[in-house]
């Protein structure tokens, strides 16, 4: 079993910045990916940003986020972060952790990110 813990949400004006943390309960070596997710009202969660943890850090992230967030990691921490710059009004969402661990999903309970116009 696998626990995430987001944290850093909050309301921020457009244009500003949030850093999102996600703590997992355990060493993430042996993880295959963790990434966010995030679901706005009436809409299907979609992934925002992911970065492979066993195989060198590669990442991936939504078209409409490239360029303004960044995914990254701590292993020593157990923690992967997601810096968000210039934010919109559209990026208004909960937004979930998620780790891939052999094969099976775990998931936070989410973190409200409002984005004021």
């Known amino acids: 079993q696998v626990q995430l813990v987001e944290s850093g949400g909050g309301l921020v004006q457009a244009g500003g910045s949030l850093r999102l943390s996600c703590a997992a309960s355990r060493s993430i070596f042996s993880f295959r990916t963790m990434g966010w997710y995030r679901q706005a009202p009436g809409k299907q969660r979609e992934l925002v940003a992911a970065?492979?943890?066993?195989?060198?850090?590669?990442?991936n992230y939504a078209d409409s986020v490239k360029g303004r967030f960044t995914i990254s990691r701590d292993n020593a921490k157990n923690t992967v972060y997601l810096q968000m710059n210039s934010l919109k009004p559209e990026d208004t969402a909960v937004y979930f952790c998620?780790?891939?661990?052999?094969?099976?999903?775990?998931w936070g309970q989410g973190t409200q990110v409002t984005v004021s116009s």
């Open positions: 998620n780790a891939e661990v052999l094969l099976n999903d775990y």
């Open positions: 970065i492979t943890i066993t195989r060198g850090g590669s990442t």
